[in-house]
């Protein structure tokens, strides 16, 4: 399971199209794969829409009694 800390650089290394450290476990490669994918639809998504600076985050911390 990936944390939400490596979620979030996982995020960051997407958003600004730098490449994936190479010691990247498998699941962290399918999530970067994911994010990659995720943010160029949202950048595509925004233009049709007229939204100038889209933004793409993971919260720190989820809030809420989900059991």
Do not use: C
């Not at 994911?34 to 911390?61: C, Q, W």
Request: aromatic share 8%; hydrophobic share 35%.
């Amino acid at each position: 399971m990936i944390s939400n800390k490596k979620w979030q650089q996982l995020l960051a290394l997407a958003t600004t199209s730098e490449k994936l450290p190479n010691d990247a476990t498998e699941e962290e490669k399918e999530a970067y794969e994911s994010l990659v994918r995720d943010h160029k639809i949202m950048l595509e998504t925004a233009e049709k829409h007229g939204i100038k600076n889209p933004e793409m985050y993971i919260p720190f911390e989820v809030e809420g009694d989900f059991l």
